[in-house]
């Protein structure tokens, strides 16, 4: 995880849209890119006033707060700000899908700055990019249960998804390592993937947690395929482990 600011409250501020210019940005991960990013803004004359940064398998989004270098005030020329992006695009590499169905692009928010709390949106953004998925073809399969030795091996995260008939419900289990935000991220991810959390429990044992949610589609339905619940599951350990990732 890259995180570089100046002022800690200042992504939850409302005024923060006033002030600065959003950018967003997703790619893939490789030795220097956010040093080449820097670089970048500071040639195109940005003064990154707060900026947050994922890494996750070889996917990294990014949200950064920019003013003008010279004036403090936001950039809302457009010709700059698409120069901006398309520098940015070069460093993150061609706005196309590569053979994955994933792509990199810079996107700028202009004056309207970000909506939502920059810790969901990297989480969005690295859905987006599909951070979860393996190599192509690469099947979803059980994962090992959760212990001690496991945890020492590697083995962080466990998720499963059962059904409860006499609700009406699909039941996701998450077993990992405790950590502050852990339900944050989990609650925040099942949601954007279009669900409805109707109940949940959550306890630890020990440097562990386990979370249950009962959940239905927004729509009503529960998750009546394999490739839904694999989704689920991918989609949901993915969350558990960005914010704990140690490639970066």
């Not at 698409?82 to 700028?108: C, F, K, N």
């Not at 709390?117 to 859905?127: A, T």
């Not at 090992?144 to 083995?155: E, F, T």
């Not at 339900?183 to 249950?212: I, K, W, Y």
Request: aromatic share 6%.
């Amino acid at each position: 995880r890259f995180t570089v600011t100046r002022s800690n409250e200042l992504a939850s501020r409302p005024d923060v849209a006033a002030h600065y210019t959003g950018i967003e940005m997703i790619g893939h991960n490789r030795p220097g890119i956010f040093s080449e990013i820097s670089a970048v803004l500071a040639e195109q004359g940005c003064n990154v006033m707060e900026a947050h940064a994922w890494s996750h398998k070889d996917s990294l989004a990014c949200v950064a707060f920019v003013s003008d270098e010279s004036t403090s005030s936001p950039i809302n020329d457009p010709n700059r700000l698409a120069s901006i992006q398309d520098h940015l695009g070069t460093v993150l590499g061609p706005d196309t899908m590569d053979e994955d169905g994933r792509s990199a692009r810079a996107h700028m928010l202009g004056a309207d700055g970000l909506t939502s709390h920059p810790d969901r949106r990297l989480h969005q953004l690295m859905f987006s990019s599909k951070d979860f998925d393996g190599h192509p073809g690469k099947a979803c399969t059980a994962f090992p249960m959760l212990s001690l030795d496991g945890y020492k091996k590697g083995r962080r995260t466990v998720v499963s998804v059962d059904r409860c008939n006499e609700k009406g419900y699909s039941v996701v289990n998450v077993e990992c390592v405790d950590r502050p935000k852990l339900m944050f991220d989990t609650v925040c991810t099942l949601t954007d993937m279009q669900f409805n959390v109707f109940h949940a429990s959550v306890s630890s044992r020990g440097p562990f947690a386990c979370q249950e949610y009962y959940i239905r589609h927004r729509d009503g339905h529960i998750l009546d395929t394999a490739d839904e619940r694999c989704l689920v599951v991918k989609g949901v350990k993915a969350a558990v482990e960005r914010r704990t990732c140690e490639r970066v």
